[in-house]
């Protein structure tokens, strides 16, 4: 990422590092698409033909948005192989996260275990068909006191470990497509101190599914407010992709009769996301909803398709400069905060004195073992 411009959105800035050059037309084309899928409407047969399919099918994927893109296009009688392909796989891989989810929450309610399905699990449900919102895993929060029960519970269903007590969530996997990452909390303290603070005591905003359970669920407001916490996470580091928009519209559009939005608004004002949720829902309604895009919608729309699905070490990297300064960048990477280093040396949570020995411990790791990653991430800075 070169030369850029922090976003003016309607409320004001958002802390980004956004790029001025021009929408690719694959873009354009996904979004077009998705669009009309979530809408339950059929696209205009000359433009798909006008579409490089292959080019939108490339981006689509990269976006979790090809189920949407194949729905559209079945609709209007075009059938490509690849999009079917796809979307058959994103069926079927919904399928069996929501079936091993189900396999869980039973083990976890048989052993009186609170858990509350995040993102995916619940938007999924609210895309006009089934396998068109993907996921690429389950994210699950639980009590964090009954990590190695649950640990246990995962292994005899079939699932190996990845990951465990190294940080906010635990990861595990089963072959062939399924991933878990269980949280311990919904934010670490590494990430912002006000946004941690909010959710430490998650267990406030839960609201019980009922008798012979021990499910929990946000309200619809709540639910609303995490969306936004977690997209803007996701979004001011290395970027997040094009699904915001499309999760954020279709949680608006099924739920928000129902919602208080005056406990909305106060709780983004809380959390600092007032911008970036009416960024978010403006440029979200405008663009599926066919409407006429401003200037700073575009350069959104950019930004957003340059970050892929969880986005790019170059976006992390340009954002980091812009509000540290590339000395303070690079002595952040180098010397990390305690509470960051604690996460990948526990050791420190009890012997907070050798601080400088894990630091030179991670630089020589990262010389010897990762060094492609740190030639990859010198690069992307050099570049800046």
Not at 152 to 168: I, N, P, Q, R, V
Not at 272 to 281: K, M, S
Not at 308 to 325: D, F, M, V
């Amino acid at each position: 990422m070169g030369e850029g411009t922090r976003m003016e959105s309607r409320a004001g800035r958002l802390d980004v590092l956004m790029d001025v050059a021009e929408v690719s037309q694959p873009t354009l084309d996904v979004c077009y698409l998705a669009s009309r899928a979530v809408r339950g409407e059929v696209p205009d047969a000359g433009r798909i033909s006008s579409m490089d399919l292959g080019a939108v099918y490339a981006l689509s994927c990269a976006h979790l948005l090809v189920s949407a893109c194949a729905t559209a296009l079945e609709s209007a009688g075009v059938f490509d192989e690849r999009f079917v392909q796809e979307w058959g796989k994103a069926v079927r891989k919904t399928a069996v996260m929501d079936a091993e989810r189900a396999r869980l929450f039973s083990l976890m309610d048989a052993a009186g275990i609170w858990h509350v399905p995040l993102k995916g699990c619940v938007l999924e449900g609210l895309y006009p068909a089934y396998g068109m919102r993907q996921m690429s895993d389950n994210d699950i929060l639980f009590d964090a006191k009954y990590a190695e029960e649950v640990r246990d519970m995962m292994l005899s269903l079939g699932f190996t470990c990845e990951h465990f007590d190294k940080g906010a969530h635990d990861v595990y996997f089963k072959e062939p497509v399924c991933n878990f990452e269980l949280h311990r909390m919904l934010f670490a303290k590494t990430y912002d101190e006000r946004t941690y603070a909010y959710y430490a005591d998650a267990e406030r905003l839960f609201v019980a599914d009922g008798e012979g359970t021990y499910g929990m669920h946000f309200s619809d407001e709540d639910f609303y407010v995490y969306l936004m916490a977690h997209a803007k996470k996701h979004f001011s580091s290395g970027g997040t992709g094009l699904r915001i928009l499309f999760d954020t519209y279709v949680y608006v559009r099924e739920r928000a009769d129902a919602m208080d939005w005056g406990y909305v608004t106060g709780e983004l004002l809380k959390l600092g996301l007032t911008e970036f949720e009416g960024t978010c829902r403006d440029v979200a309604v405008r663009l599926i909803d066919g409407g006429e895009l401003l200037p700073e919608d575009l350069e959104m729309l950019r930004y957003l398709a340059d970050s892929g699905a969880y986005g790019t070490t170059g976006h992390r990297i340009a954002n980091e400069i812009a509000r540290r300064g590339r000395l303070g960048y690079f002595f952040h990477r180098v010397f990390m905060p305690y509470e960051t280093m604690k996460t990948l040396y526990p050791v420190l949570d009890r012997v907070p004195i050798l601080l400088p020995a894990c630091w030179v411990l991670r630089l020589g790791k990262g010389a010897l073992v990762k060094r492609e990653k740190v030639s990859a991430e010198l690069k992307a800075l050099l570049r800046q």
